[in-house]
């Protein structure tokens, strides 16, 4: 959440920042509950004041034997009143946090301006050689994953229901192939592979800035205040909650597998076809907890890690910086990457990576010492997808594709299978489809 002090002693300068993600945005309630809230504070300070000299009088009374019964009612007049002003502070305090929850992150000033996706930034481009080769005429990745019998959307339908789908055979072993590609990738440059908890409870999901205003995208739990995670980030980003990390701990690199569970609530009639947008799908997080001096190296180097793993497979893509208008909830600065899909000639996003300034270490309580102050500190976090792993499959099934009967396997992922395949064809498993 933003900082109560900022908020207080920079009022114009916040609501500019929030009114370049939404002109209507404002902190000007939470302001009149916070004048409110020290107004009755300035009020309990003076009461109390009061009630100590009071009650030195009562003390001189008593010594020199005056009746003290008409004071005393002075006392107990302040002490409800006192109690009065508690309740009302604590119920101000609520409203003011509860605000404070739904309010975003300020963009940095290096966020382009921008009020939706048509103000966002193509910074470059990297594969243009890459884009027309194989197949002349590509088919989507769901007619070329059914044609060779590695995707069945019929049968994840009648299992559970509409976005949901079967991957198998050798389609099943590629999604494996990529997810232990990308962790051995990220891995060998320096993150600790962190296997979390894939139910989260509603703290956690508070503290990466999913809930309270996203709880309509979640998948929750009937009998446990616990939620399905819609992505790593958030058991992760959490694990060191409330703890107080020493410098020399930093930066913390972690990278986690899991799969991601979303309804897409605001997403009707958007790719409803295919891998795209589903309800279950698998990805890896890069995750950094950083000093804030250090945030912005950070988070392009994160940004090149998500790009290697591209660069390995030889998909093309491109990177955009998202307008202030378009970058999530929690986020200062994001850069989305984009893999070219050739069968609709458009490229869709398959990483956003997000720096988010101490906004979410201050939900979390997430903070370090600083060796130069010695006080605590709030940690920055960032991170980004590396990569979303469905999304990849359907690239690696478009941009490989030789004919409607044939992907070629990129030359990354063959150690991963078995007697050297070097290609998926349309096999004797497609019968069972």
């Known amino acids: 959440m933003l900082d109560i002090k900022l908020i207080r002693e920079n009022p114009e300068a916040v609501n500019q920042a929030l009114k370049r993600r939404k002109p209507d945005l404002s902190i000007d309630a939470i302001l009149l509950l916070d004048?409110?809230?020290r107004e009755l504070l300035q009020e309990e300070e003076s009461l109390r004041s009061q009630r100590n000299q009071i009650t030195?009088?009562?003390?001189?009374?008593?010594?020199e034997g005056r009746d003290t019964e008409a004071i005393q009612q002075q006392t107990r007049a302040l002490a409800d009143r006192i109690k009065e002003i508690e309740t009302q502070k604590e119920d101000l305090a609520q409203q003011q946090n509860t605000l404070l929850l739904d309010i975003p992150n300020m963009p940095l000033p290096e966020t382009p301006d921008g009020a939706d996706e048509s103000a966002n930034v193509v910074l470059r481009s990297w594969g243009d050689e890459f884009k027309s080769r194989y197949c002349p005429e590509t088919l989507p990745h769901y007619e070329i994953g059914a044609n060779l019998g590695i995707l069945d959307f019929d049968r994840g339908v009648k299992v559970a229901q509409s976005r949901f789908s079967v991957i198998r055979g050798e389609g099943s072993r590629m999604e494996r192939a990529l997810i232990n590609f990308m962790l051995d990738t990220h891995t060998e440059?320096?993150?600790?592979e962190i296997l979390p908890p894939f139910l989260v409870n509603r703290q956690a999901m508070t503290g990466t800035g999913q809930l309270p205003k996203?709880?309509?995208?979640?998948?929750r739990c009937k009998d446990d205040e616990l939620f399905l995670i819609p992505t790593a980030e958030v058991p992760v980003t959490n694990l060191y909650g409330g703890e107080l990390l020493s410098e020399n701990q930093l930066p913390v690199q972690m990278v986690a597998y899991t799969p991601c569970f979303r309804r897409e609530a605001g997403s009707a009639g958007k790719d409803t076809r295919g891998l795209i947008r589903q309800h279950q799908f698998d990805k890896i997080e890069l995750v950094k907890l950083c000093k804030p001096e250090e945030s912005e190296a950070e988070h392009l180097k994160l940004l090149a890690d998500a790009e290697r793993i591209l660069q390995k497979l030889e998909l093309p893509y491109r990177v955009v910086a998202l307008c202030a208008g378009d970058i999530g909830f929690s986020a200062a600065r994001c850069f989305d990457i984009e893999v070219w899909m050739p069968a609709q000639g458009v490229y869709r996003e398959i990483s956003s990576c997000s720096v988010f300034t101490d906004f979410q270490a201050r939900r979390i309580g997430l903070k370090y010492r600083s060796e130069a102050t010695g006080k605590p500190a709030?940690?920055?976090?960032?991170n980004g997808s590396g990569l979303a792993v469905g999304r990849t499959l359907a690239a690696i099934l478009e941009n490989y594709q030789i004919n409607h009967q044939e992907v070629v396997i990129p030359e990354a992922l063959r150690p991963y299978f078995r007697n050297g395949l070097t290609r998926l064809t349309a096999a004797k498993s497609k019968e069972l489809v």
Do not use: N, S, V
Not at 189 to 192: A, F, N, Q, R, T
Not at 378 to 382: A, P, R
């Open 214 to 219: 996203f709880e309509a995208d979640m998948f």
């Open 35 to 37: 004048a409110r809230r």
């Open 378 to 382: 709030f940690l920055h976090t960032i």
């Open 189 to 192: 440059h320096g993150y600790e």
């Open 56 to 63: 030195q009088q009562i003390a001189l009374a008593k010594k």
